[in-house]
């Protein structure tokens, strides 16, 4: 009897140490998103080698048979892949194609799941090589009741704060009614535009006289030209420097202080700088101009104040009853969009009221604001409604109003459904468009919805046109559609392993990794790291910062050490890995980062008590 509980005590702690994994699967799907072809590969041949089999083959042995030798650690190979990945500036995405089909099932679904972008691989065939080749699936054309398709109508809400809830004044607006007592009344003998008064300096003074003048000049004329180049070149002129340049020149200072990727209280102050030269020189603004100045009141914020709001109206204010410049959609557009995000609905309500009493039609921008605008309120079924009046409005349906219908949703408390819209837009995009993506590039985004909002408008009178145009537009997912998932798991779940997933089919699309999402990723470790039992580990935490630091080396366009990810990535380091580590951290920034004016100084009152103080 003593022999066999002592054979059986082996042979027990044989099946055990023989089938343990050296690290769980959601660290090998989470360290999988961020690394290159041959590591996928790898991963697929281990993946092929299931331990059930390994242990079936075990218990048929002797128990005097010596097991076989164990794996190396994963953490080896994660490790050797990640210093290749940072080594290697350059893959092909054939290679990066071949090395994700041949592992789709290890990505996100079960392996027997189904891939909406591989169509053609979906039919199963015995002998691939004696195939016939076929011909291009031809692609179908959506039709309206396609895109109203891509959410689900119901007759009651299911949000959580749908109850009382005000509605959206109709676009088509009943004229002869009598005017809101809350309307905004527009100013009396508003007039669409000044002549503007002869201006002789620019005329007398040319570059070889004023150096300054033909430096701005120059860079004016560039299509590179940044905000800063422009507005450093128009400070060497002497002031008021808006005297000395032509209404052409000026138009294009204007335009190449406004068009920025982001607004900053910094590039605020630049361009109203400029604007306060053009009123003590009395020279006129356009429309579009004005626009921008009220623009930037709110757009350079994360979060509006009264205060904010209130700036921008005096600036609307002073644009109609000063300036004698009738506003039009964008201004009111605006307004609206700052009213909805600082939360002053009521404000909100009374600027569409304003909008109906001029006459002026709702357009592209106009509608996908009142999308975002009910998901501000949390109400899901006003969300859909908004969507279903912009499609039957015959606005052309892009990948910008499905992001903006997905991030409505959760912010209205329905989660499962913008999922559901994320999967239709998945399916959606195999049917219409095969295998093209959105535009990435933040420029022709912008250019791209210019683009359609006049198109809407235009070739309403040529239906033929405007569908060749709706054909050609991507619903596909983008950058925008996987960080606002990832933002809602960060803030909400804390669910990494669903991260993960998210960040491998970013992959599988050959999605570039973007600033933004590793900010996030920082913040999810800010939140939900540091303590125990925690899938939020420092070990993970390494991974992404690696990662990162790879991203940033190796130059990409929209990784770019930024405050706001210095912020989070100092604090999850503090949280997770202690003050020595968060010292490193920070060297290793402080060294690739070019801050703006204001940006040190706002990470240094932030992170003060974190960077100084001796714990």
């Known amino acids: 009897m003593a022999t066999l509980n002592a054979w059986m005590a082996r042979n027990s702690s044989s099946r055990v140490k023989d089938v343990k994994r050296p690290l769980g699967p959601q660290l090998l799907t989470f360290v999988f998103t961020f690394l290159q072809p041959a590591t996928f590969l790898l991963l697929s041949t281990l993946k092929e080698q299931p331990i059930k089999a390994v242990t079936r083959k075990q218990n048929r042995s002797t128990p005097s048979s010596t097991p076989p030798p164990s794996p190396p650690p994963l953490d080896n190979i994660f490790i050797d892949a990640l210093a290749k990945a940072c080594l290697c500036r350059q893959h092909t995405r054939a290679s990066i194609a071949r090395a994700i089909a041949s592992n789709l099932g290890y990505l996100y679904h079960k392996a027997r ?24 699936a031809k692609l179908r054309s959506l039709s309206r009741d396609d895109y109203l398709s891509m959410l689900d109508y119901y007759r009651e809400s299911y949000s959580t704060q749908a109850d009382g809830l005000a509605e959206l004044p109709p676009a088509t607006r009943d004229l002869s009614a009598s005017k809101s007592e809350n309307a905004i009344i ?31 000049l120059e860079a004016l004329d560039r299509d590179d030209c940044t905000h800063e180049e422009a507005f450093e070149a128009y400070s060497a002129l002497p002031s008021p420097g808006v005297s ?18 982001n ?16 009123k003590s020189t009395d020279l006129p603004m356009t429309p579009a101009e004005w626009n921008s100045a009220i623009a930037f009141c709110g757009q350079c914020f994360t979060r509006l104040t009264a205060v904010d709001i209130e700036n921008a109206l005096r600036t609307w204010k002073e644009m109609e009853q000063e300036a004698s410049i009738r506003s039009g959609n964008t201004t009111f557009n605006i307004l609206f969009d700052m009213a909805a995000k600082a939360g002053k609905f009521a404000l909100a309500e009374m600027i569409l009221n304003e909008m109906g009493n001029r006459n002026l039609k709702y357009n592209r921008y106009s509608r996908n604001s009142f999308i975002f605008y009910h998901g501000l309120r949390g109400d899901g079924d006003a969300v859909r409604r ?69 198109a809407a408008q235009d070739l309403k009178e040529d239906p033929w046109k405007l569908q060749e145009l709706r054909e050609e537009q991507s619903i596909a997912p983008d950058v925008q559609t996987y960080a606002s998932f990832i933002e809602y798991h960060v803030y909400q779940t804390g669910e990494l392993r669903r991260i993960a997933a998210f960040l491998a089919e970013m992959r599988h699309l050959g999605l570039p990794m973007h600033g933004r999402i590793f900010t996030k990723l920082f913040k999810g470790f800010t939140h939900h790291g540091g303590v125990r039992y925690t899938s939020w580990t420092r070990a993970r935490l390494e991974i992404v910062w690696e990662s990162t630091l790879g991203a940033i080396d190796q130059g990409l366009d929209d990784v770019r050490v930024m405050k706001w990810m210095v912020l989070w990535a100092v604090q999850a380091f503090d949280r997770c890995a202690g003050r020595q580590r968060t010292l490193e951290v920070w060297s290793e920034l402080r060294r690739r980062w070019e801050p703006g004016d204001g940006d040190v100084a706002f990470v240094m009152t932030t992170l003060g008590k974190i960077l100084t103080v001796n714990k």
Not at 115 to 129: P, W
Not at 191 to 198: D, G, Q
Not at 266 to 271: A, D, F, I, L, W
Request: proline share 8%.
């Open 263 to 278: 607004k900053s209280r910094t590039s605020k102050m630049r361009y109203l700088s400029v604007v306060d030269d053009m």
């Open 386 to 454: 908004a969507y279903r009046e912009f499609v039957e409005a015959g606005e052309i349906v892009d990948t910008v109003v499905m992001n903006c219908v997905i991030t409505s949703l959760i912010r209205a408390g329905e989660p499962a459904a913008a999922e559901q819209v994320y999967e239709r837009m998945k399916r959606m995009h195999a049917k219409q468009t095969g295998h093209r993506l959105p535009p990435g590039n933040w420029r022709e985004i912008r250019d791209l919805g210019r683009l359609l909002n006049r």
């Open 113 to 136: 799941r189904r891939n909406a972008y591989d169509t053609a691989g979906q039919i199963r065939h015995l002998h691939r090589a004696a195939m016939p080749l076929r011909p291009p």
């Open 244 to 261: 000395y340049l032509s209404p052409r020149r000026r138009r294009l200072l204007f335009r190449r202080l406004s068009v920025l990727e």
């Open 186 to 216: 527009p100013p009396p003998e508003v007039h669409t535009c000044s002549e503007e008064p002869p201006s002789l300096l620019y005329e007398r003074i040319n570059g070889s006289d004023l150096p300054a003048l033909s430096h701005l």
